[in-house]
């Protein structure tokens, strides 16, 4: 079975201006996570998604960063506009998230570096 | 709010012997707890995971071991190879339903 699919895998931006990054899941996977990793540290939740309803954004600061999945399939995670502390790796997961299937799954990241 | 402590942050062991790595958690309601290996500029992948009706589970070298009175966890990998040279994280799946994680331990292993 195909992982979980992210694009660019690299980006290099100036401060201020926009970015976006693109998800695709597992198939059949209904649970879609997006994380932040930091250098030297472990992944942050940044949004979960259960099919098309994000169910838990609390740690997405919504004045620059916004995502979508509305087909519950594909997710676009974008910062508008973008700092010089965003620079990490973007990580994107997915879940089968029915049944007590709870294990998630990693895509390569988005490593995005703001000059 | 929830918490993830993860000990060390760097091991370095001698390629044959034994690595451990421990995690305590914060919320008590945690009912599963995975671990993942990540190699340098790659996705951290599952390696093992546990739940909280389980007190131990092992797959070849590695095992998992949860005390859920304590709230503590443990990785334990034996006859370390120089490819489990990678960093490692717990994790702790909360009352919200989202994974926790620690700060990652960087083991080295010498061949």
């Known amino acids: 079975e195909a992982g979980v699919v992210q694009s660019p895998r690299y980006k290099i931006i100036e401060k201020k201006q926009p970015v976006a990054f693109w998800c695709n899941p597992i198939?059949?996977?209904?649970?879609l996570y997006w994380y932040l990793q930091n250098l030297g540290q472990g992944p942050e939740l940044l949004i979960r998604?259960?099919?098309?309803?994000?169910?838990?954004d609390s740690q997405l600061p919504k004045d620059r960063f916004s995502a979508e999945r509305l087909k519950g399939v594909d997710s676009t995670l974008k910062i508008q506009p973008a700092e010089l502390g965003d620079s990490a790796v973007y990580l994107c997961?997915?879940?089968?998230?029915?049944?007590?299937?709870?294990?998630?799954?990693f895509g390569p990241g988005t490593r995005l570096t703001v000059l | 709010g929830e918490n993830v402590e993860q000990h060390p942050s760097t091991l370095s062991v001698q390629e044959g012997d034994s690595a451990v790595i421990k995690c305590t958690y914060s919320?008590?309601?945690?009912?599963?707890f995975p671990w993942y290996k990540q190699e340098l500029g790659k996705r951290p992948q599952l390696i093992i995971d546990i739940r909280s009706n389980v007190g131990e589970k092992k797959d070849q070298r590695i095992a998992v071991t949860l005390n859920k009175t304590a709230k503590h966890f443990s990785l334990h990998i034996t006859e370390t190879q120089p490819e489990d040279s990678a960093v490692y994280f717990c994790a702790a799946r909360g009352s919200q339903g989202n994974l926790i994680f620690g700060k990652g331990t960087k083991l080295s292993v010498k061949p």
């Open positions: 919320d008590s309601a945690s009912n599963y």
């Open positions: 997961a997915s879940s089968l998230g029915r049944q007590g299937r709870v294990t998630q799954y």
């Open positions: 198939s059949g996977h209904n649970t």
């Open positions: 998604y259960e099919n098309e309803e994000a169910v838990d």
